[in-house]
């Protein structure tokens, strides 16, 4: 194994991750036995100066300040043994997909969907999708972004301007790496609460209300300390507490709306912050990623100082939760007072915080191409150009399949080529998997990703398939009327004078009824399809469908073919010009014993 391959690489780093959580393990339990220690010593210093008069109290300061140096450092390294466990789950989870097998990263079962043209037929979404092998996302709008691109193909300009950001992305190892370990454990953290409290309109009470509640905040402080502590009378306590409480009882209200929609705000702005900052500081080259930098910094505003701004008045807010503060808290009108704050926070930032988490999620889905493209360094930049409707894949393999027990397959549709192939062969022998190679490369290629081919060209195309068409007792509809109703939408697609040529992908068509019906619709869908400029395969083990091609222009047959050794069936996955030869049930039947 290279030393520079992916492979290598993340094992060498994840060795040294791994080194590092152990040296910081045991580090922290040596910092805790010294904390204690010096605990142990600040409660001793105390006794002896306080209860027995030894000495001054003042140097039990000396192992106070130890006790406190001791704590800092233990909190310090343990942020870095949780950074480091991350980046230990960053390279393993990169091994885990190499070696074929889901990372863990969420595989986006919430964009499943059967109604729509491709995404269940090809495993989009779900366990062992292609979004499970693709997503480095860190928050929910990322993950958004990406199931979008993978459920609506882009233009050809749309396509390069992400080719050139994945290209610039890819080796960038480090920024993919201190983003999956960026602030706090959150994955799919949901900030769509903060976007839209940023975008309310203005509701703040008038200004003089704000300093009123300062003022008045410190005055109840002094009342309280001057009666507690200098013996002076209660009246000011008195005074002042009865205007606070007529001041604030009437913005409670207020400061409820404000403040209620950011309850779990901090818990997550800390990974918000830490991803803006790597973005706003890398050098990227890339005219996409640049932009995306642009938009961020648009209004002069600099989204991870706005955002600390933030999650600094949030944490203060949240210092009322202390037991120790609760008396400063009531005394100083806490919410109310946190209330103006984040309000004219707001009024500065809020309506950019849109904005902003808009790039985060597009810089997120562009890195999780860019990982998936680093990671299979032999997958190639697909060619997107408009023209005459064309799909022309040489070595074109699927990418859920490991690479090294990948079978290729040359496909040809289109301008110059076949317009329709009817495949034909046996159970188990490659057909639903060269369709699903197919289209799930079409799906990154007008995503903007790499393709698991040796050279891969399209034009922009719509993707259609009923490969895994499903009947529904709750809906009350069986197979072949879910696949019925699923044919007439991709007829809808191919119709559509507005939108790009169907790619279709037909996968035993009609199967659920009888072979006369099957037969003749499945050659009357295709006719119609070809008469409305779509490309794409039709697949069957009913030889009888491939005489279609006698009377459809452009239609042609290929085959996957099997041999039986020994007893056992062997597949080469390979597909071949013509019909297929033979078929393969009797003997699946036999080889299992049935006495057929």
Not at 396 to 422: E, Q, Y
Request: aromatic share 8%; net charge neutral; hydrophobic share 50%.
């Amino acid at each position: 194994m290279s030393p520079h391959t992916p492979s290598a690489v993340y094992t060498d780093r994840l060795a040294a991750r791994t080194a590092s959580v152990a040296e910081l393990t045991a580090r922290l339990d040596a910092l805790s036995y010294a904390r204690l220690g010096a605990f142990a010593v600040v409660l001793l210093a105390a006794a002896l100066s306080f209860g027995a008069g030894l000495f001054s109290a003042w140097f039990t300061l000396v192992p106070l300040l130890g006790f406190v140096f001791l704590v800092a450092k233990f909190e310090a390294a343990r942020g870095r043994k949780a950074w480091a466990e991350r980046a230990a789950r960053f390279y393993s989870g990169g091994l885990e997909r190499l070696a074929g097998r889901p990372s863990g990263n969420g595989d986006g079962t919430r964009f499943a969907d059967d109604a729509h043209p491709y995404s269940d037929d090809l495993d989009l979404f779900g366990p062992g999708s292609l979004f499970e092998l693709l997503t480095v996302c860190r928050t929910r709008t990322g993950e958004d972004t990406l199931a979008a691109w993978l459920l609506a193909p882009a233009g050809p300009g749309e396509v390069k301007a992400r080719q050139e950001a994945v290209a610039d992305l890819a080796p960038r190892l480090d920024l993919r790496e201190a983003v999956a370990v960026a602030g706090a454990e959150a994955p799919a953290a949901d900030y769509r609460p903060l976007v839209q409290w940023g975008a309310a309109p203005a509701d703040a009470p008038p200004a003089w209300k704000w300093w009123a509640v300062e003022v008045l905040g410190w005055l109840n402080v002094f009342a309280w300390a001057g009666w507690l502590f200098a013996e002076t009378t209660a009246l000011p306590v008195l005074a002042f507490g009865l205007l606070s409480l007529g001041l604030a009882a009437p913005l409670m209200s207020w400061a409820g709306r404000v403040l209620k929609p950011l309850d779990r705000a901090a818990e997550n702005l800390s990974l918000f912050e830490a991803v803006l900052i790597r973005l706003e500081r890398e050098p990227f080259s890339a005219p996409r990623l640049k932009e995306l930098q642009g938009s961020m910094r648009a209004g002069g505003l600099l989204p991870s100082e706005q955002i600390r701004q933030l999650r600094l008045l949030l944490d203060g807010y949240n210092a009322r939760r202390n037991a120790f503060f609760i008396p400063v808290a009531v005394l100083r009108m806490w919410p109310v007072r946190f209330a103006f704050k984040l309000e004219a926070w707001r009024t500065r930032s809020g309506l950019a915080v849109g904005r902003w988490l808009r790039a985060v999620g597009e810089f997120e889905a562009l890195s999780s191409l860019a990982g998936h493209a680093y990671e299979n360094p032999a997958d190639v930049v697909p060619t997107v150009e408009p023209g005459p409707v064309r799909l022309a894949a040489v070595g074109v393999g699927h990418p859920l399949i490991p690479a090294a027990k990948c079978v290729r397959n040359d496909v040809a549709l289109g301008d110059g080529a076949n317009r329709v192939l009817i495949v034909s062969g046996s159970n188990m022998s490659g057909k639903s998997t060269l369709l699903r190679a197919v289209g799930v490369n079409a799906v990154l290629a007008l995503a903007g990703g790499v393709v698991r081919a040796k050279s891969f060209a399209l034009t922009p195309v719509s993707v259609g398939a009923t490969m895994r068409v499903q009947d529904s007792l709750q809906a009350g509809r069986s197979r072949f009327f879910a696949e019925v109703t699923k044919v007439r939408l991709l007829l809808d697609i191919a119709g559509r004078a507005d939108g790009p040529p169907l790619l279709f992908l037909l996968d035993e068509l009609f199967a659920g009824t009888n072979s006369a019906d099957r037969v003749a619709g499945a050659e009357g869908v295709t006719r119609a399809l070809v008469a409305l400029g779509a490309v794409g395969f039709v697949t069957t083990h009913d030889l009888s469908l491939t005489a279609v091609t006698d009377s459809i222009p452009g239609a042609a047959n290929h085959h996957f073919c099997d041999g039986l050794a020994g007893g056992e069936l062997h597949f080469d996955y390979t597909m071949h010009p013509g019909v297929v030869p033979h078929g393969n049930g009797l003997a699946l039947m036999r080889a299992v014993g049935l006495k057929v």
